[in-house]
């Protein structure tokens, strides 16, 4: 007979095997009568009824042990036991009590030394539930205990104050925030009480004192949990209230201990060394002196709880100016990181990942991440002073400073995290934090929470399943959070800086320098006006970006340029989210913005491009092949000439914006892009490392777009089957020193088919380059990359096209010096790669002759540069700052080396490449220059390189005169790494003619 019963008592959830047997015999005839063992069924209609309610307990053992339990702890009494009947009477009752009994051995416990105490669960004669909102029913208790005395008394009301939250708790009659509310509440009414007694217990005669109990922590956050210390602060009104506030703080301490729990004052100024009670006056010294920034993140969470709570809100206010300025001490930020980190690092390694509350991905890396968003932009917002983590928490995702679906995930993994807590507490009524390891433990954790087993997966792996979601995702915010670059920046603006009401932000702009603060402040309203979330998300970006407009030449400009890019994108769901959580974005969006017009344009045309700037690989350039490989990809899914060349275009805008923005920020500290970090621990550089990176860079581009529009271009004119095509570069794309303003300097060179007519297949190869020069010269939105051919034989009088053979005739024949000296920098760019290699082939005897350069050859060189000089430097330039051809400039040093390639190259092949710098280099090294010369010619010609490329990203349009003076003159200063206009523009000038004597050392030199 017992094993079938077994087997129908284990479908209620009770244990199988011994623990069956004995669930048997505690609900059979000999004990609660529940259970008819002959027939294997409930004994009546209530007695299935209470079986249902065990069998949903979180452990249905331990439920039906404490209520027999009970029942025979009411027998002893001598009196009817009365639990059974009330349970069959009152449904919610039994719902209840059987689920306080099921979760916590502790209230079972106390209920059966306390056995007429279940009473107080009972469903009120108006059909509502039993109050549980944590105040204390001192009658009652007195009326249920047979203790007397005042701390007997109220240690009985706490535990059925406690009784009645736990069971609202625990059915769902109250939610987690009511529940941590209650619980904070029941902790005031118990201080409050503890204070009175205290202050009952004092001598006669002697005065009352004013002394405030301020909670904090999670009492003061309206957040305690089942078992915690509870964190004060005591506040003496005056130096004559000390001695008798001392003796109540300490009495309220020893009743509260032996109630319900530890009060801990060690948050107090100086904590356990300093004095227990402090006046208010002294408190505000202490912190305006000495506190420390875990002190004011501590006060956070302050709020009155007992005794003279006008003092405590008194306190509170007066302490409130510190606290909201904590935030900016250059430390503050790093302070709390550190703070945190130090907590993790004090978990024992055995609990670590087991830790709900200290460990990674617990309970105080929500705090943490948002007590450090209060701190920084609670300045400005006084929505965001909220002592809870939740409310505070609601209220920096209605503000826009945590995006909706990270601040909806930290509320989730804050109420699982929680609920784990209190799940862990209330079973024993024991502090503590630690998922169990036993199998058993574990069980009882997963059913108290409401999971259940699932095809292929139990409660527990259900349990753990989603604690591993939650703790990944908490630690994953926290991180990105507490360590989002932009709270260095925001902690580093002044309080009302943050406060962009109108006459506060005129006032700001006015000190921030900008020209016109009734126009930035138009733009400001324009941006921040209304209740929007976007408005509000702007009201936290702008007070940071203004301060770094306001580093800038120019500040008004900044601030238009982000107004444009926002007008574009505000409404776009990814572009304020970005600039608010994705590391430097806003800081580098900014200073791209007030740096460079070239940059800020180009961002105008295609905003979406500012997504680069989020991470360092994506502003650093893409190799010369995958370049080629994408754009004419993006080009052939394109049957229209047209349309395929507006997608190469729209490729290459994005580019152009990559590096420009690498550039510009090449030099800004901080946020500057850097390589990853290689293998051997080395260090990391920027992405653009120089000026000639960024040539090479701008020159693969330029390559890339060319062999797109080629392909299009012979797709649109096809020419005869075998006409081999290709584009030579040039000048600084051959020589891949291309710049920001540089056109593409090509030369056209076809090969006829075998058999063809030569005619047909010049006419083709014709229409081939020109149909190229067309797509890419069409109207359009971007920086225009024009196609020059101007340095073909003959120049503009010359066919555009030739072929090899025609190439191969003239510069046998006809070619001038300064032809071969063109030469120099000719480099296959697209098309046929045989027949480019062919051409370089058949010029390499033309532009490195073998026997030099004869006498009367150097001297045109030489007159030809002179023309150049006074024929080519536009009417009214200044020759010492002209970038391209003033004195040391890049004309200079270029035809310098040109001169040595020219003269040596024939017998010295390490000559003989297309990059001045590295021609220079191993002219240098052949001992064809002075080292001396060879180190001045490169700086010249690097310095003026670098202020030539800063003058286009300035001021967005060509130009080579570096300006004497001005906002212009401070922009490519400040873009260049440097402070003071005037002694840039003394090192340019000194470094020019440094430059200048050296070339004229070298192109003077005998022949």
Not at 67 to 89: C, I, Q, S
Not at 125 to 137: E, H, I, K, M, S
Request: glycine content about 8%; proline content about 6%; hydrophobic content about 45%.
């Amino acid at each position: 007979m017992t094993r079938p019963t077994r087997g129908r008592l284990a479908r209620y959830g009770f244990a199988e095997g011994d623990g069956g047997a004995r669930a048997a015999d505690l609900l059979g005839p000999d004990g609660l009568g529940l259970w008819r063992t002959e027939e294997q069924e409930p004994a009546d209609e209530a007695a299935g009824e209470l079986l249902a309610a065990l069998s949903r307990a979180a452990d249905p053992d331990l439920a039906l042990r404490q209520l027999h339990r009970l029942v025979e702890a009411e027998r002893r009494t001598g009196e009817k036991p009365g639990v059974l009947d009330a349970l069959a009477a009152d449904p919610e009752l039994r719902r209840r009590l059987i689920a306080v009994l099921g979760a916590s051995s502790a209230l079972g416990d106390h209920l059966v030394a306390n056995p007429r105490q279940w009473t107080v669960l009972a469903t009120e004669p108006d059909g509502l539930a039993p109050r549980a909102d944590g105040r204390l029913d001192l009658a009652a208790a007195a009326r249920l205990t047979a203790a007397t005395g005042p701390i007997p008394v109220l240690r009985q009301a706490y535990r059925l104050a406690l009784l009645r939250i736990a069971a609202a708790d625990l059915t769902g009659g109250r939610g987690l925030e009511q529940t941590m509310a209650a619980l904070s509440g029941l902790a005031d009414a118990t201080l409050a009480a503890a204070y009175d007694i205290a202050v009952d217990e004092l001598p006669e005669g002697t005065p009352r004192p004013r002394l405030a109990v301020v909670a904090m922590g999670k009492c003061g956050g309206d957040e305690l949990n089942y078992v915690s210390d509870v964190d004060v602060i005591f506040v003496a009104a005056t130096d004559e209230d000390l001695a008798a506030a001392t003796q109540v703080a300490t009495r309220l301490i020893h009743v509260c201990g032996l109630v319900a729990w530890p009060v801990d004052a060690a948050l107090r100024p100086e904590g356990n060394r300093g004095p227990l009670v402090r006046t208010l006056a002294s408190h505000l010294a202490y912190y305006r002196r000495w506190a420390r920034t875990w002190e004011f993140q501590a006060l956070l969470k302050a709020r009155p709880a007992a005794g003279d709570l006008a003092l405590a809100r008194e306190w509170i206010d007066a302490l409130a100016p510190l606290v909201w300025t904590a935030a900016e001490r250059p430390e503050a930020v790093e302070d709390v990181r550190a703070m945190r980190r130090k907590i993790i690092d004090h978990i024992p390694p055995k609990e670590l990942e087991r830790e709900i509350k200290r460990g990674p991905g617990g309970l105080r890396d929500i705090e943490f991440a948002v007590q450090l968003l209060q701190l920084v932009h609670g300045r400005g917002d006084e929505s965001l002073r909220a002592p809870g983590t939740i409310p505070a928490l609601r209220a920096l995702v209605a503000g826009g400073y945590v995006g909706r679906a990270d601040g909806e995930a930290l509320l989730r993994g804050y109420r699982f995290l929680r609920g784990v807590e209190h799940r862990l507490q209330l079973q024993g009524l024991r502090r503590t934090h630690t998922v169990p390891t036993e199998p058993d433990a574990l069980r009882w954790l997963a059913a108290a929470l409401g999971h259940a087993a699932t095809p292929g997966r139990s409660a527990v792996e259900e349990f753990r399943a989603e604690w591993v979601t939650h703790a990944t995702e908490v630690r994953r915010l926290h991180a990105k959070l507490l360590y989002r670059p932009l709270l260095e920046s925001v902690a580093r603006v002044p309080a009302e800086g943050l406060r962009l009401t109108p006459e506060a932000a005129r006032h700001r702009l006015e000190i921030l320098g900008f020209a016109d603060p009734a126009g930035a402040l138009r733009h400001l309203q324009a941006l921040t006006g209304g209740v929007s979330r976007t408005a509000a998300i702007q009201r936290t970006l702008l007070p940071v970006l203004l301060s770094e407009f306001a580093d800038a030449p120019e500040p008004d400009r900044g601030l238009l340029n982000y107004r444009q890019v926002s007008d574009k994108l505000g409404s776009t769901p990814w572009y304020l989210r970005l600039l608010r959580d994705s590391g430097p974005v806003a800081r580098r969006l900014a200073r791209v913005l007030s740096s460079s017009r070239y940059t800020a344009d180009l961002l105008a045309r295609e905003p979406e491009a500012l997504r680069l700037l989020a991470e360092d690989t994506e502003l650093t350039p893409r190799p010369r092949g995958v370049l080629a490989e994408g754009f004419t990809a993006a080009a052939a899914r394109h049957a229209d000439p047209v349309e395929a060349t507006r997608a190469v275009r729209a490729l290459r805008r994005r580019e152009l914006v990559r590096l420009a923005c690498a550039d510009v920020l090449s030099r800004a500290g901080a946020l500057a892009p850097l390589t990853p970090r290689t293998a051997d621990g080395g260090g990391r550089l920027p992405t653009l490392a120089d000026v000639s990176a960024v040539g090479v860079a701008l020159s693969d581009v330029a390559d890339a777009t060319l062999a797109a529009a080629l392909r299009t271009a012979r797709d649109a004119q096809p020419g005869p089957p075998g006409l081999r095509f290709a584009v030579i570069g040039m000048g600084r794309l051959g020589g891949r020193e291309s710049n920001y303003l540089s056109d593409a300097d090509v030369l056209f060179v076809y090969d006829p088919p075998p058999g063809a007519d030569e005619r047909a297949a010049g006419a083709a190869a014709h229409a081939i380059a020109e149909e190229l020069r067309r797509l890419l010269s069409a109207p359009a939105p971007d920086p225009p990359l024009g196609v020059d051919a101007d340095l073909r034989p003959e120049g503009r009088q010359g066919p555009l096209v030739r072929s090899l053979a025609a190439y191969a005739q003239y510069y046998a024949r006809w070619s001038k010096v300064w032809e071969a000296q063109a030469l120099l920098r000719a480099r296959f760019v697209c098309g046929d790669a045989d027949l480019g290699a062919e051409f370089e082939a058949l010029v390499d005897p033309v532009r490195y002759p073998a026997d030099g350069l004869t006498r009367e050859q150097v001297v045109e060189i030489r007159r030809i540069k002179a023309r150049v000089e006074t024929e080519r430097l536009p009417r009214g330039a200044d020759p010492a700052t002209h970038t391209k051809l003033g004195r040391g400039g890049l004309a200079d040093v270029e035809w310098a080396v040109q001169l040595l390639q020219l003269r040596h190259a024939g017998r010295l092949p390490a000559l003989r490449g297309t990059r001045t710098l590295d021609a220079l280099a191993a002219a240098r090294d052949a001992g064809l220059v002075d080292p001396e010369d060879a180190a001045e010619m490169a700086a010249g010609w690097t310095l003026a390189a670098q202020v030539r490329n800063a003058l286009m990203l300035v001021r967005g349009r060509a130009g080579d005169q570096l300006p004497r003076h001005g906002v212009e003159l401070a922009g490519v200063v400040r873009l260049l790494g440097g402070d003071d206009p005037g002694e840039f523009l003394d090192e340019y000038l000194r470094a020019g003619r440094r430059s200048r004597a050296a070339m004229e050392r070298v192109l003077d030199a005998p022949a």
